[in-house]
């Protein structure tokens, strides 16, 4: 018997996205082909700290994850 997996629809960047609800900022970051440094990612307006990004993001929650770039 298959085991079917319990999903999170969360806002990303103002985009519907639905993850895996085990998966954290970590999986979030790696279905998006983001990549896991050189971001920081804020959950419903409070950044989270990389060293709680394995922690469940919560069902309807709005994520921020902003890029650093170089430029002048």
Known sequence: MTESKQLVELTVNGSPVTLDAAAGVTGLLAQLGLPDCGVAVAVDGVV?????????????????????????
């Open 48 to 72: 989270r700290p990389q060293g709680r990004w394995d922690l469940p993001i919560a069902d309807g929650a709005v994520v921020d994850v902003l890029t650093a770039v170089q430029g002048g």
